[in-house]
């Protein structure tokens, strides 16, 4: 069955300090790869997509993911923090033209 | 571009009424949609696939006669939940699929609608 795993339900880091949020995902061919943001009680923002090529990917808002297939993984990462990048992130695949399958997010807290 | 909204953004009804929720993409033409369901803290669940002038396509686990799902037109689709209980209270948000090139496809979210069953 597809799916896609964050390991992390929730990781605290300091305002300025790096950033890494992991995903792998499960699924018969590579799928086309998402990282979503999602702040309380709204929709969700694209930040950044995976379809081909190029294996790291820039985003919005500073964020960048790295594709790497030999571990069926797309991990976000961001150099530098700021407090308004607390939220819930969710990684997504999907296969073609279907709709996405979710990973149960990872919540983030900044500390001051 | 690309700009998807629900209507309602909040709707609260009581138990064993029905409840209708429009997506509708702004800017372009979608012949699918998606229905996605949010738990509180919890990931987004697709619940069905709905396809301008064709049936929903439900995933397994939902009830399809519950969740009652229109595609009149290649801008809006309706999601009418019927007879609701408290345990349908969540958050549901729609998507819109674009066409953006031979065999590519982009999703755009709507805003959500916060439904509470009381």
């Known amino acids: 069955a597809q799916s896609v795993t964050q390991p992390d339900i929730h990781i605290t880091v300091s305002e300025g300090a790096s950033l890494e949020l992991r995903c792998n995902y499960s699924?018969?061919?590579?799928?086309?790869l998402f990282w979503y943001v999602q702040s309380p009680g709204q929709g969700l923002q694209l930040l950044l997509k995976y379809f081909s090529g190029d294996t790291l990917v820039q985003g919005i808002k500073g964020f960048e993911a790295e594709f790497k297939r030999s571990q069926s993984s797309f991990n976000l990462r961001k150099p530098s923090v700021h407090w308004s990048d607390a939220a819930e992130y969710f990684c997504a695949a999907r296969g073609g033209a279907d709709g996405l399958t979710f990973g149960k997010g990872t919540h983030l807290i900044i500390q001051p | 571009g690309a700009v998807v909204s629900q209507h309602p953004s909040r709707v609260i009804c009581k138990s064993g009424t029905s409840v209708k929720i429009e997506c509708r993409s702004l800017?372009?033409?979608?012949?699918?949609m998606f229905w996605y369901r949010q738990f509180p803290k919890k990931s987004l669940m697709l619940m069905a696939t709905?396809?301008?002038?064709?049936?929903?396509?439900?995933e397994q686990g939902v009830e399809k006669d519950k969740f009652l799902i229109n595609h009149a037109s290649l801008t809006l689709s309706t999601l009418t939940v019927t007879s609701a209980h408290p345990e349908d209270s969540s958050f549901y948000i729609c998507?819109?699929?674009?066409?953006?090139?031979?065999?590519?496809?982009?999703?755009?979210f709507g805003p959500g609608t916060r439904l509470t069953v009381t």
């Open positions: 998507s819109a699929r674009r066409v953006t090139g031979t065999d590519n496809y982009e999703q755009y």
């Open positions: 709905s396809n301008e002038g064709s049936k929903a396509t439900y």
């Open positions: 699924y018969g061919a590579t799928p086309y």
């Open positions: 800017d372009f033409q979608a012949t699918t």
